[in-house]
């Protein structure tokens, strides 16, 4: 696609239960990240992946988080037993590795409120 | 050390002023350098790469020190509509994750 795109949009749960989020990076993109940020706060890393590599899950914060990615496509990130301080918007960004232009381009994000 | 530090801010400037931010990172290896803008419940979109030359995008100008491992972005006859959090970012080398500072609030008042 044109973009990253991420989706839901927006997500309300209740507390304990289980989130998928979804992300779709851009065609050719060998990384992909995710990110949380909360209300007022800084972007908060949770998991790269690059390409055949073992991903990167040094920023998740507990064991209910995990995610994965098909080849070098769709990224799912899952919070399972959602508690309160998980609301958050949930970033995704892809990028190049090598070259020229390896910046990363992000979704617009998902907005997760648990209840 | 965090591997990205910039000071938080908020910077608050009249219109037209020039303002200068500064980021410093940990890993003397690192390649690749960006500065990022975000606005107000929106996500981080790339403003500029920065160069080991200093490049400048208009009214923008991004400067690396490699000696003294740091960045820095300066904003000439602020805009109101320059009023946004702006993200260093670096990448250690080919391969390597990027690293985003925290940001530093900036406010332009009329």
């Known amino acids: 696609g044109a973009g990253v795109s991420q989706s839901p949009s927006n997500k309300v749960t209740e507390k304990g239960k289980d989130v998928e989020l979804r992300c779709d990076p851009i065609?050719?993109?060998?990384?992909l990240y995710w990110y949380r940020q909360r209300l007022g706060q800084g972007l908060e890393f949770l998991i790269y992946?690059?390409?055949?590599?073992?991903?990167?899950k040094s920023g998740l914060p507990s064991d209910r988080f995990s995610a994965e990615r098909t080849g070098e496509s769709v990224s799912t990130l899952t919070i399972q037993r959602t508690q309160q301080e998980d609301s958050a918007v949930y970033l995704c960004?892809?990028?190049?590795?090598?070259?020229?232009?390896?910046?990363?381009?992000f979704g617009q994000g998902t907005r997760l409120t648990v209840v | 050390r965090k591997e990205v530090e910039q000071d938080p801010g908020p910077f608050n400037v009249p219109e037209g002023a020039t303002v200068a931010f500064n980021c410093t990172y940990s890993?003397?290896?690192?390649?690749?350098f960006f500065w990022y803008r975000q606005d107000c419940r929106k996500e981080p979109k790339l403003l500029m790469s920065v160069y080991s030359s200093g490049n400048e995008d208009g009214r923008f100008t991004a400067q690396l020190n490699r000696a003294s491992q740091y960045i820095s972005l300066l904003i000439r006859d602020s805009k109101l509509s320059d009023s946004a959090t702006y993200l260093c970012?670096?990448?250690?080398?080919?391969?390597?994750?990027?690293?985003f500072g925290t940001g530093t609030r900036l406010a332009v008042r009329p």
């Open positions: 992946f690059q390409g055949n590599s073992a991903p990167d």
């Open positions: 065609s050719g993109h060998t990384a």
């Open positions: 890993n003397s290896a690192s390649q690749s």
């Open positions: 970012v670096v990448r250690g080398s080919s391969g390597d994750k990027l690293t």
């Open positions: 960004a892809s990028s190049l590795v090598a070259g020229a232009g390896t910046e990363a381009f």
